[in-house]
């Protein structure tokens, strides 16, 4: 193997230095730099304080070359000529991109996307720890990202690719489609028919959002408890119409969502997100809580792991044990 170190490409790092140059000048008012400033200022251009006339005529002509490629390239250098010279600047809102920005459709797709992309084991590795719990919609302090022993998984990192490609296939061909639905772990799956809209992420959890044409009314489905997808070849009869799906989903889950009255017991000094939501903590450490999601509860608690333990309702506490021992399984 040979050890020689990589070959230096001379003529690109003056160039590149150059356009720091001119990027630097820019920031300062925009003025013109001439010639001999850049030439000491830059390197590989010789020095005009000390060169016989030979080498000034040398480095003023590689300038010259080296702002002519720049221009080729679509860096735009403008050149100004005067008695005294030639003078250099970049101009600047020709040369930086302008902001980008998506319509809320636009950045669905793109976020979609690039969850599909990412479902391999690296990809799930990658959205763990705090990344993770803040795509889930939870807020904690980064003082408590050390003390968080649990995360739920992505939806698309356990959704089977045949069913997410035959979602996105029936909607990309305006196709209704067929599917099993299991509301939960103990109930059998019910064979539903649709017209699909799209996939809508929310909190992390991917959602199919849709015109139910059993119910006859628009309806979103857990993709986790969606399987056997078949395409019927039938054309969607009701189409979304400009619906917001993001905000389809967000109602639908608000009128499914259980409150509940709990008491959490908290590690001194940590949990808070709980301590913030919590009616009343006490002195040691008891927090108490009036009307909260039950499901944001369960996860929550779950979250910070030992640092909260939930003393009630019973039922909840259960469901914080299941979600834990099932490795981010559905507790309902």
């Given at each position: ?159 089977p690719n045949s069913t997410v490609g035959a979602v996105l296939k029936a909607v990309g061909t305006g196709t209704s489609v067929t599917f099993d639905y299991r509301r939960d772990r103990a109930t059998a799956a019910q064979r539903r028919r ?139």
């Open positions: 193997m040979s050890s020689r170190a990589p070959k230096r490409d001379v003529g690109l790092e003056r160039r590149l230095n150059l356009v720091f140059a001119l990027i630097d000048a820019d920031n300062h008012g925009g003025a013109y730099l001439d010639s001999g400033w850049l030439r000491a200022h830059v390197a590989g251009y010789g020095d005009p304080a000390n060169e016989s006339p030979r080498e000034a005529n040398t480095g003023r002509k590689r300038l010259a070359r080296d702002i002519d490629e720049l221009r080729r390239v679509g860096v735009p250098v403008e050149v100004s000529r005067d008695g005294d010279g030639e003078g250099y600047r970049l101009v600047r809102e020709r040369y930086e991109l302008p902001p980008i920005s998506f319509t809320p459709d636009e950045a669905a797709v793109l976020g979609l996307a690039g969850d599909l992309g990412g479902t391999s084991e690296l990809g799930v590795f990658a959205r763990s720890g705090w990344t993770k719990l803040a795509a889930a919609g939870l807020d904690r302090d980064l003082s408590d990202a050390a003390g968080t022993v649990f995360t739920a998984a992505n939806d698309l990192a356990r959704v649709m017209d699909p809209w799209g996939l809508v992420n929310h909190a992390d959890r991917i959602y199919l959002a849709g015109h139910d044409l059993d119910r006859d009314e628009p309806r979103t489905f857990r993709l986790l408890r969606v399987s056997a997808v078949e395409l019927t070849g039938a054309p969607i009869a009701h189409p979304d119409e400009g619906r917001d799906l993001q905000q389809l989903v967000a109602e639908a889950l608000a009128r499914g969502r259980t409150t509940v009255d709990a008491t959490v017991r908290l590690a001194e000094g940590r949990c808070q997100e709980l301590r913030r939501t919590a009616a009343q903590v006490d002195a040691d450490g008891t927090a108490h809580f009036a009307g909260v999601d039950r499901d944001w509860l369960v996860r929550t608690v779950a979250g910070f792991g030992a640092d909260a333990v939930l003393l009630a309702p019973t039922d909840a506490r259960r469901d914080v044990v299941n979600l834990l021992r099932n490795g981010g399984e559905e507790h309902r």
